[in-house]
């Protein structure tokens, strides 16, 4: 038997029905296979605002530090939007996913065949797509500096900042993962335009040198939108900035 302890932020909106209803999960599981599972719960978003003043308590940043899990429900609510930018319950997540390394988001797709006609897109369409993103999520425009708007001058800026290294570690984590399903990764980016995605192209094409048993290649995201929509099935590790 091994203990699991999981830090619970329930958050906003559905987050609480959302992280009761995983826990209970969790523990079924836990107790099928013989594990012994704990947890504490804490106040993240805008529900910690409203009892502390600000979005990402010390004591609930601490507990995930401590993890070694932590489940997260949701965050924002329409009664923060009027608040100052660092006290709004979405500051909470960016920094969350700053302080405790959360650098990549792995969102897979797949579509079961007999669910394949309540689907947006058309059953022929829809059938058979199994893919993943990795979207990186600790650098970018989201975290870039300088930043800032000045309603005076109604003029606002964000900066889209990459290192070299930022890119190197989450493009190893969509050729890793690659490894384990098709072998096939799309990095997509808009290289034609931003110099930040020429960095990211060749960083991209560095590291796929050392996988060669994975093809490569490479779409601007306008495109790739649009193939989504029309043919998600060709898809297999899609790799994305933040």
Not at 105 to 118: E, F, G, H, Q
Not at 162 to 190: G, H, P, W
Request: negative net charge; glycine residues 8%; aromatic residues 6%.
């Amino acid at each position: 038997m091994s203990s699991i302890h999981v830090v619970a932020l329930p958050g906003d909106g559905i987050g609480p029905e959302i992280t009761e209803a995983a826990l209970l999960v969790l523990q079924a599981v836990a107790t099928r296979y013989g594990h012994d599972l704990t947890g504490e719960e804490h106040d993240v978003g805008w529900s910690a605002w409203d009892r502390s003043g600000t979005p990402l308590p010390d004591e609930t940043l601490a507990a995930c530090r401590r993890g070694p899990a932590v489940f997260l429900g949701a965050v924002g609510d329409p009664r923060g939007d009027s608040l100052p930018r660092d006290e709004r319950p979405e500051t909470a997540l960016l920094k969350l996913r700053s302080e405790l390394g959360c650098f990549a988001n792995l969102r897979p797709a797949k579509v079961d065949d007999t669910l394949a006609s309540m689907s947006a897109l058309r059953r022929e369409i829809a059938s058979g797509c199994d893919l993943v993103i990795v979207r990186e999520l600790t650098g970018g425009i989201y975290y870039g500096t300088p930043r800032g708007w000045d309603p005076v001058a109604k003029r606002a800026v964000n900066t889209l900042v990459y290192t070299a290294q930022e890119v190197e570690r989450i493009t190893r984590v969509a050729f890793d993962l690659a490894m384990r399903r098709d072998r096939r990764v799309l990095s997509v980016d808009k290289a034609n335009v931003l110099e930040v995605s020429q960095l990211w192209r060749s960083v991209v094409d560095e590291v796929a040198a050392e996988y060669p048993e994975v093809s490569v290649s490479h779409m601007y995201v306008d495109r790739a939108a649009m193939e989504l929509v029309l043919r998600p099935g060709q898809f297999d590790v899609i790799l994305t900035s933040n």
